[in-house]
T-cell receptor, first 111, second 115 residues
Framework: QQQVKQSPQSLIVQKGGISIINCAYE??????FPWYQQFPGKGPALLIA?????SEKKEGRFTISFNKSAKQFSLHIMDSQPGDSATYFC??????????FGDGTTLTVKP | ETGVTQSPTHLIKTRGQQVTLRCSSQ?????VSWYQQALGQGPQFIFQ???????GRGNFPPRFSGLQFPNYSSELNVNALELDDSALYLC??????????????FGSGTQLSVL
């Protein structure tokens, strides 16, 4: 049973555009929702995270939007750059800190 | 770069063999988690260690076992290797103040190939 569903599987965006990646979860016990960025040959790196009592969090060009009633959250990358080309994973944690990951979105930003 | 180091970076084994993967946590972190990442998929939680005790386990069989040492470094052991065990194995360290660790800091992983 996949508890965190991520879409799209791949995304191509022009430089300067907005990249949007969506995730949906099922388990209402999740209480922490991080996003990770992974480059080839590297482990995932924490990008930004949100708790369910907040509807939006912004850090630089990265914004998480969270809809608790719909059990959905999304990552917006503003002014996308070629250096943002990577695989992005959403995740959801229980208070015990065990992360359930989505299957990832491969983002390609074209110059 | 995180302070989490994993060894070896690559490993080739044959079916039925045993393997030990090692992880050195980021300084000051007391919790280690192990994840398996198959090609094209997200990481899957294997187990977590907190103060040398297993603190939660994912849907993995008992032939996956681990240890955490007093210096918070950790090992992942896999017995009776199967072809499907071929994956990137990721170690993540974090700090648990008693309310549960949240921010995970991943190493670059060990790529295991089982032939």
């Amino acid at each position: 049973q996949q508890q965190v569903k991520q879409s799209p599987q791949s995304l191509i965006v022009q430089k300067g555009g907005i990249s949007i990646i969506n995730c949906a979860y099922e388990n209402t016990a999740f209480d922490y929702f991080p996003w990770y960025q992974q480059f080839p040959g590297k482990g995932p790196a924490l990008l930004i995270a949100i708790r369910p009592d907040v509807s939006e969090k912004k850090e630089g060009r990265f914004t998480i939007s969270f809809n608790k009633s719909a059990k959905q959250f999304s990552l917006h990358i503003m002014d996308s750059q070629p250096g943002d080309s990577a695989t992005y994973f959403c995740a959801a944690n229980t208070n015990a800190g065990k992360s359930t990951f989505g299957d990832g979105t491969t983002l390609t930003v074209k110059p | 770069e995180t302070g989490v180091t994993q060894s070896p970076t690559h490993l080739i084994k044959t079916r039925g063999q045993q393997v030990t993967l090692r992880c050195s946590s980021q300084s000051g972190h007391n919790t280690v988690s192990w994840y398996q990442q198959a090609l094209g998929q997200g990481p899957q939680f294997i187990f977590q260690y907190y103060r040398e005790e297993e603190n939660g386990r994912g849907n993995f069989p008992p032939r996956f076992s681990g240890l955490q040492f007093p210096n918070y470094s950790s090992e992942l052991n896999v017995n009776a290797l199967e072809l499907d065990d071929s994956a990137l194995y990721l170690c993540a360290s974090s700090w648990d103040d008693g309310t549960g660790p949240e921010k995970l800091f991943f190493g670059s992983g060990t790529q295991l190939s089982v032939l």
